[in-house]
């Protein structure tokens, strides 16, 4: 005698459709988090992240929007005077 194969845990399981859009909107937060993790390291890590082939060129790579922010804060810091000037 053979047994029906076991359905609930695809219908009830993690990648089940009525666990999916939360499971996209975690995947998304995670995302998002990471992302502005890394920016962090970054920003913190400037002086090393100078070039492509820099110490956190990987980390650049992941989060390419980075450095163009960076950048535009930096000038805007500059224009208003905030930035620390070392001698």
């Not at 029906?4 to 666990?19: I, L, M, Y």
């Not at 975690?26 to 090393?48: F, G, M, P, S, W």
């Not at 820099?54 to 930096?74: D, I, Q, R, Y």
């Not at 810091?77 to 001698?87: E, F, I, N, P």
Request: hydrophobic share 35%; charged share 25%; proline share 5%.
């Amino acid at each position: 005698m053979s047994e029906t194969p076991r359905t609930d845990f695809v219908e009830n399981g993690p990648t089940s459709r009525r666990a999916m859009p939360y499971l996209a909107r975690d995947l998304e937060r995670e995302l998002a988090r990471l992302k502005a993790d890394i920016k962090v390291v970054l920003t913190q890590n400037a002086h090393l992240a100078d070039g492509e082939t820099c110490t956190l060129a990987g980390l650049k790579k992941l989060v390419p929007e980075w450095e163009s922010e960076f950048l535009s804060n930096n000038q805007a810091q500059s224009s208003a005077g905030l930035t620390h000037k070392t001698q």
